[in-house]
């Protein structure tokens, strides 16, 4: 059974049983690092409220990426039943309040909103993440997609040495599994200086893609200064805000690119066990 089916229009994928086995392997692992760390495993809830996001001016800076969820106004759900249902359209839905997060992190810096750390917070989660793009390529770029990270809120030093140690670690998996990879600055247009809209220098002004092949992000390593410490009004012992960073994993992403190197191997799981196995 082929690891990689083709996603249907849409940007949303199904996968088969050989896919998920691969996909649940990939997060063992990467979950495993975090715990090693000293990361703690948590789940947070599927959505986000509008207000959250805006305190990161997500809305102003993405409002094309963004996704929210919301249900029929009460006066019109009758009409909804009704149909058609090809589109539903704006006049019959209520506000929304929620959205769809686009990266898992967001939720963490949320938790700990308020709170004042003796030692840095580790955190390691898995979201089902969403973001509304201008095109969608199989695998490569989803409107859903899963995301691992592993993330660290602390002291400055804390929070790079942090992104440096899961940095050497993928370095040393991807030549063990013999998957060739590279760390590049991102160059998405968000970074640009002269982008008109420049938030992302502020949450990621120390950003490295982990790319494989002809540019695929299958992982990132985002040192966010403190920016999210600010506005979430979390604090180190001596009272200024924390610094943030995570280190991110987009599942499907990776297993494109295990697919398009090692094609259906069925002892491709073993291999990747073997290779995060020191």
Not at 157 to 177: G, Q, W
Request: glycine share 8%.
């Amino acid at each position: 059974m082929p690891t990689e089916p083709a996603a249907p229009a849409g940007g949303l994928a199904t996968l088969g049983p050989a896919a998920v086995a691969l996909r649940e392997t990939l997060d063992t692992v990467f979950s495993g690092w975090g715990v090693a760390g000293g990361a703690d495993k948590m789940s947070f809830p599927p959505l986000l409220s509008t207000d959250d996001l805006a305190k990161f001016d997500y809305w102003t800076n993405f409002p094309h990426l963004g996704l929210v969820a919301t249900g029929a106004r009460p006066e019109r759900a009758e009409d909804l039943s009704k149909g058609p249902h090809e589109e539903i359209g704006t006049d019959l839905l209520a506000p929304a309040r929620f959205a769809l997060p686009s990266a898992t992190c967001y939720a963490v810096y949320l938790h700990l909103a308020g709170s004042r750390l003796e030692t840095p917070a580790r955190i390691t989660a898995v979201g089902t993440c969403f973001r509304r793009e201008d095109y969608y390529d199989g695998l490569r770029r989803l409107m859903g997609f899963s995301m691992r990270e592993i993330v660290c809120v602390g002291d400055r030093e804390s929070v790079l040495e942090h992104l440096s140690s899961y940095k050497d670690r993928l370095s040393t998996f991807a030549e063990r599994l013999d998957l060739p990879l590279r760390f590049e600055p991102a160059t998405d247009p968000f970074f640009q200086k002269d982008a008109a809209r420049t938030l992302m220098q502020q949450l990621f002004p120390v950003k490295e893609e982990l790319i494989y092949g002809d540019g695929l992000a299958i992982g990132s390593a985002n040192f966010h200064r403190n920016f999210f410490g600010e506005r979430c009004d979390i604090q180190l012992a001596d009272g200024s805000p924390a610094f943030t960073g995570c280190f991110a994993f987009g599942l499907e992403r990776w297993l494109h690119a295990l697919h398009d190197r090692f094609g259906d191997a069925p002892d491709l799981p073993d291999r990747i066990r073997a290779a995060a196995d020191w």
